[in-house]
């Protein structure tokens, strides 16, 4: 049991991260379609990174840069051009899957040294909350801080305000002096750099090796936990843990011997997404309550 929950710790990971980002984006205003994308660059280029120098602490900065990168390609489009959010999201995810899959196509059949599992020291012995809270990678420990780092600045100081102040009313916080624009690239590229992150996380812990595509729909899984976590960093957390549970799912009922077909326990984690985003759009007091008022609309600085 305490495998299988380890297990579910792990796989949320990669949401934590991408989910997170793609929330202070959208809180901005944005609406950061191309996360999967993202995370693909994210993942080639730590693995990239980690099997040519040998360290994987320069590969996660490397996926962290890839994913900080492409988004400024999304950023470029979006709010230097004007472009809609939605098809240049869409582009982008396109674009990072085709190139990440040229770019990682001499890295197929090779393998790495993953990030190496930091012992807290004495909370580690602790029975059974030792080993699921207090033995894993430096990215774990991570993803948890940046969530509440996330959670501190959009609710305790006074870049959460502007920063909520642009996705809710943009054309009053360009009246008011602030750089509507300047505050969505920053906040976009910090999407980018956590899909980044998220992608580098599965090559330099899940799986050590880099295979096309391997994010495996996880970029849209994330854009519905932001959803589902109506725009509040810490419920990421908590919808993580739920998503990667369910993603664990499959895995165990084949393992188990259940006689479920294996394609639909393979749908479980898209088929909880639909559902959710339904269940969500159904109730439109809710939706309206908590989502940027300016979410996914074009801000034109002369106006």
Request: aromatic share 8%.
């Amino acid at each position: 049991m305490e495998q299988l929950i380890l297990t579910v710790i792990l796989t949320s990971v990669p949401l934590i991260f991408a989910a997170s980002g793609e929330l202070i984006a959208e809180r901005s205003g944005v609406l950061n379609l191309g996360v999967e994308g993202m995370m693909l660059m994210g993942a080639v280029s730590a693995f990239a990174i980690a099997m040519g120098t040998g360290s994987p602490i320069l590969g996660m900065f490397a996926g962290a840069f890839a994913g900080a990168l492409t988004a400024g390609i999304f950023a470029f489009f979006t709010l230097g051009l004007a472009t809609n959010q939605v098809a240049t999201g869409l582009a982008l995810t396109i674009f990072g899957t085709g190139l990440s899959g040229l770019i990682g196509a001499p890295l197929v059949g090779h393998a790495i040294d993953g990030l190496p599992q930091i012992h807290i020291p004495m909370l580690s012995d602790i029975p059974i909350l030792g080993m699921l809270l207090f033995q894993h990678d430096i990215m774990v420990y991570l993803a948890v801080i940046m969530v509440g780092l996330c959670a501190w600045v959009l609710n305790a100081t006074r870049v959460g305000l502007i920063i909520r102040a642009v996705g809710d009313n943009h054309d009053s916080a360009h009246a008011l002096g602030y750089s509507v624009l300047g505050v969505r690239l920053l906040a976009v590229m910090f999407g980018g750099m956590m899909a980044g992150l998220g992608g580098a996380y599965l090559p330099l812990v899940l799986t050590p090796h880099w295979a096309e595509g391997m994010t495996a729909g996880r970029g849209w899984i994330a854009l519905a936990l932001v959803v589902f976590a109506s725009w509040r960093p810490w419920r990421v957390l908590g919808g993580a843990l739920v998503f990667g549970g369910i993603t664990i799912m499959q895995l165990a009922g084949q393992a188990r011997g259940w006689t479920i077909p294996s394609q639909f326990l393979s749908m479980l984690p898209y088929l909880a997404t639909i559902i959710v985003l339904v269940l969500i759009s159904r109730n439109r007091e809710f939706a309206l309550a908590n989502s940027p008022a300016c979410l996914g609309r074009i801000f034109h600085a002369g106006k």
